[in-house]
């Protein structure tokens, strides 16, 4: 019996086959080790941990065959892989491999789908839509795994106890889990927009960073007016942004570079799908009259010259080239992190502005998702597969720590390392072989792109993140997380049928995109009460509240 030393949680034993080689045993005491090095996150220790693990999986080799995505990153065949060599080695399970090109997967894995013949046993690492997983969940293609993992499984089991929130977002609406994520629940990921200010002009003119309304629009004032890059041009930038388009489909994920958790200071959050959740009830705050405040508060700063007219461009707005301009001219910016739009060099001139106090001290950010998941369909097994048991036990097996680090970086003592209870990841401190760059040699050490591993917010806290992500993290913990989104909308892209889905794309394709171009123009023009009026009744035209109804009936379902 292991323990986790400082939870005091009992991990697992594994159970070692005699006639297997003094080699994999030895490969298995380490793995033991390496599960009691890290344990389980801290958060967790009032629960049950995973009980004992068997291996090998199996007694003798048994083969599968799997399809996956081989992307431009991957050099080698995917049985070359470390990690899927030591996985092999560890199980007994064998896996031939359907490598597809990421630039014809798409069409390729829906031909395999719509065929229902000839299907390979598991997909694995092939990002399998909310719609894909549903239809051919409920058509028979893909088979139930919510039964065989609590058969077959230890890890998912205690898993969906202490986190009834991931089996919920995993669950389709008749009520099966038809396939596992690639859920990295990165802290900061929650957080995917934040402003950035140049500290460097601050402190020149003598400014703090603004805390309020009023501050920022006069520190917005004082870049355009008082040449603080000091070229005696007038080619400033005080405010850039992109307008994002809107999101057609359950849920609207946050831009990076987009303004939708600025209208916080107003009591509201834009998202693309211009909806959100406030007790339990569902709003379309696209036409509120916090939403309308807002626009004309920055119509304001777009009439006096203090908005980068490219903002309006979307992606046609080239904010990293401006960024990365001889002369420093960016102000304030809204970016994922601040060295997307920098040269290393210029990264530490700016620092992160809170989220504004409004004019009745109302603080409000924007929160990307209920459940941080990347891909819903990472890993599904298939009709065709003769004993999907014994590949519940095998997935079940590498979620477990440390396998789920080895699918991301690679075996232990070259992927990754553990010290003193903390993650390392070993690749970002090699210069990668000769011939190949980080992603490639990443992909020489494990699958690397959406393999279905799920690492919670509570198991990364013993992740040790390059400096970038460090300071992402410091900034969403630090900053922006007291003031996020208390409940945003759920995605409920699994939980919809045929029908709903086609009403719901129809009807959100004319609302958003109505509501995205007029957000362009009253920024630009101002708001009139006349084109206000205008707008609501075209809303109200393109049944604005139908739109509504879907979310809430898909809410009132499944989450009261």
């Known amino acids: 019996m292991i323990f986790d030393v400082q939870n005091k949680q009992k991990v697992g034993i594994h159970v070692l086959n005699p006639k297997r080689s003094i080699a994999r045993t030895l490969c298995a005491l380490l793995a033991m080790v390496l599960l009691a090095c890290v344990g389980m996150p801290a958060a967790f220790a009032e629960g049950a941990a995973p009980g004992e693990i068997s291996l090998p999986l199996v ?132 957080n995917q927009d934040q402003m950035f200010i140049n500290k460097v002009w601050l402190d020149k003119l003598g400014l703090k960073v603004p805390e309020t309304l009023d501050e920022f629009k006069a520190v917005l004032k004082a870049f355009k007016e008082t040449d603080p890059n000091g070229n005696g041009k007038a080619d400033e930038i005080p405010f850039t942004y992109q307008l994002s388009g809107g999101a057609v489909g359950s849920v609207g994920t946050l831009s990076a570079t987009d303004i939708g958790s600025v209208f916080g200071s107003f009591g509201v959050v834009i998202y693309p799908n211009y909806l959100m959740l406030k007790d339990g009830t569902v709003e379309f705050v696209g036409a509120s009259d916090n939403y309308r405040e807002g626009l004309e508060w920055l119509h304001g700063l777009y009439a006096e010259g203090l908005i980068d007219e490219e903002s309006f461009l979307g992606g046609d707005n080239q904010m990293g080239a401006k960024g990365n301009m001889e002369e420093e001219v960016l102000g304030v910016f809204m970016a994922f992190v601040r060295d997307h739009m920098l040269p ?60 789920n680090l080895a699918q991301r970086f690679g075996v232990e003592g070259k992927g990754f390392e553990i010290k003193d209870g903390k993650i390392y990841n070993l690749a970002e401190t090699v210069t990668p072989p000769a011939g190949l760059n980080y992603s490639q040699y990443v992909a020489t050490l494990a699958p690397s792109t959406n393999p279905p591993f799920i690492f919670t917010k509570e ?64 920024i630009r023009n101002g708001v009139t009460d006349a084109a206000w009026d205008s707008y609501v009744q075209t809303l109200n035209q393109m049944d604005v509240a139908r739109y509504v109804e879907i979310f809430q009936k898909m809410y009132d379902e499944n989450y009261k």
């Not at 092999?88 to 399970?93: A, D, K, L, Q, T």
């Not at 106890?161 to 995993?170: T, Y």
């Not at 060099?345 to 990347?374: F, S, T």
């Open 59 to 190: 007694p003798e080799k048994t083969t599968f065959h799997f399809a996956t995505v081989r992307t431009p990153s991957h050099t080698i065949p995917f049985a070359e892989i470390d990690s899927i060599k030591y996985f092999e080695e560890m199980s007994n399970i064998h896996i031939e491999w359907d490598e597809i090109p990421s630039a014809s997967a798409g069409e390729k894995i829906n031909i395999m789908l719509a065929a229902g013949t000839g299907l390979p046993d598991a997909f694995y690492g092939c990002s399998l839509s909310q719609e894909m997983i549903v239809q051919n969940g409920t058509n028979g293609i893909l088979i139930p795994l919510e039964g065989l993992l609590a058969e077959n499984g230890t890890y998912f089991n205690w898993l969906f106890e202490q986190r009834p929130d991931i089996k919920q977002a995993l669950t389709a609406a008749d009520g099966h889990i038809y396939a596992l994520p690639c859920m990295p629940e990165q802290r900061f990921n929650y």
């Open 459 to 522: 198991w990364l806290e013993n992740y040790v993140q390059p400096p970038m992500a460090q300071a992402k993290l410091e900034a969403t913990k630090d900053v922006y997380e007291p003031f996020m989104d208390p409940e945003p909308l759920p995605e409920f892209g699994l939980l919809m049928s045929s029908s709903v889905r086609k009403e719901l794309a129809t009807l959100q394709i004319d609302i958003v995109n109505q509501a995205n171009q007029m957000k362009a123009e009253f």
């Open 344 to 403: 290393p060099e210029r990264v530490a001139d700016y620092v992160v502005v809170p989220p504004l106090k409004g004019a009745d001290g109302q603080q409000l950010w924007g929160k990307a998702k209920r459940v941080m998941i990347n891909t819903y369909g990472a890993f599904a097994i298939t009709k065709d597969c003769e004993n999907p048991e014994i590949l519940a036990k095998w997935i079940d097996w590498l979620n477990m720590p440390n396998n």
